[in-house]
């Protein structure tokens, strides 16, 4: 029948014994019999649709042997014909993923930690819960965050921010065009992004921080504004008990997806707010050398530390580069540093005890 047929239509999804609001899954797999009846299908026809009702991600091992995917989730009673509609063209789909689809469950970022140790589960992921996990590890998924095609193109232009460099109690307004490229009427999820230009593995590659859903006729345009202000740059941090935005360069980002990005502009953010700076023993050097209040007392403990190593002028050794010395000192936490300037552990306590008042 699949052969004989112009298109073949597969309804498939889990079953109420793969999933429930009342108990946790252990594998994100449709029923084997249905992914071989897909592939079997698919292989006989190659203009095969898969119609999927899941209420949660699933692996889909055929996904490249189908011509499409329809995913409808758990739509409710008005599911089969919003499916006709989708499927015959009477309707465009605009909807987008709100979770990453990963190939398979190892990939996910609670992998290691679920289900936990006896009775006991920790939230190890922290911040990297979905596509900040996928994104920050560059990892292949099947589709991505904010994922979703239509029966018509758009195109951006004109994207703009009203700053290049702003403190963290502005706002900044951002503003883009989009298009209806297409030669049907169709709705766009404009997604905003903001990515952090640090180097740093404890924060994400880029947070969404806004998203517009757009109704477009062929050829027809709109401007989509977004407002960004404090929170869309902070972080929140426990010494100040309240949001931070740390200054540096940030991306803003417009996006198709988490992973498709077709517009982007760089700014920069000042903070207003000075962090407290408390030293202890853990304390690095290199977070002495950024606090104007400590660094000429870092500086001349680098002296010392130098005139260790190359005591009455000796050239450095080649096999340490100036980089490398400096990201070692940067690096290095007080408790290190009472070998190479003779202080007794005591010696280096009263020194932080010091540092700590100055501060």
């Known amino acids: 029948m699949a052969k004989a047929s112009d298109v073949a239509v597969i309804f498939a999804g889990l079953p109420e014994s793969y999933e429930s609001e009342g108990y946790d899954r252990h594998h994100i797999d449709l029923p084997a019999n249905q992914n071989a009846l897909i592939e079997s299908v698919a292989a006989a026809n190659p203009k095969t649709v898969v119609v999927l009702h899941n209420g949660s991600v699933v692996a889909m091992p055929w996904a490249n042997q189908v011509t499409g995917i329809l995913e409808m989730y758990l739509a409710g009673q008005a ?15 605009s909807g987008r993923l709100a979770e990453t689809f990963p190939y398979q469950l190892e990939d996910n970022p609670s992998h290691l930690n679920f289900p936990g140790d006896g009775d006991k589960v920790h939230y190890k992921e922290g911040l990297f819960v979905g596509y900040r996990y996928y994104d920050k590890k560059k990892m292949p998924v099947q589709y991505p965050f904010g994922y979703g095609l239509s029966y018509t193109t758009f195109s951006y232009q004109d994207f703009k921010v009203s700053h290049k460099t702003c403190l963290d109690t502005d706002q900044v307004e951002v503003s883009v065009r989009v298009t209806n490229t297409g030669n049907r009427a169709g709705k766009e999820v404009v997604q905003l992004y903001v990515n952090r230009q640090v180097d740093s593995s404890l924060r994400p590659v880029r947070e ?24 869309s740059f902070a972080e929140y941090n426990t010494l100040l008990r309240d949001w931070y935005v740390p200054s540096g360069d940030y991306v803003i980002e417009i996006g198709k997806d988490s992973r498709n990005i077709v517009l982007s502009h760089n700014i920069t953010v000042m903070s207003t707010q000075t962090l407290p700076l408390i030293i ?80």
Request: aromatic share 6%; proline share 5%.
């Open 280 to 359: 202890h023993r853990n304390t690095t050097l290199g977070d002495l050398m950024e606090n104007p209040k400590t660094r000429a007392w870092t500086q001349d403990l680098k002296r010392k530390i130098d005139a260790f190593f190359h005591p009455d002028g000796v050239d450095q050794d080649d096999a340490v580069s100036d980089d490398m010395g400096d990201s070692i000192f940067k690096n290095m936490p007080l408790r290190g540093v009472t070998p190479f300037v003779g202080m007794t552990s005591n010696e280096l306590d009263a020194v932080i005890k010091e540092l700590n008042e100055h501060v």
């Open 208 to 231: 969404l921080k806004g998203f517009e859903k757009i109704a477009l006729e062929p050829g027809e345009s709109k401007e989509v504004r977004f407002t960004l202000n404090k929170r």
């Open 79 to 93: 599911v089969g014909e919003a499916t006709v509609n989708l499927l015959y063209g009477k309707v465009n789909p």
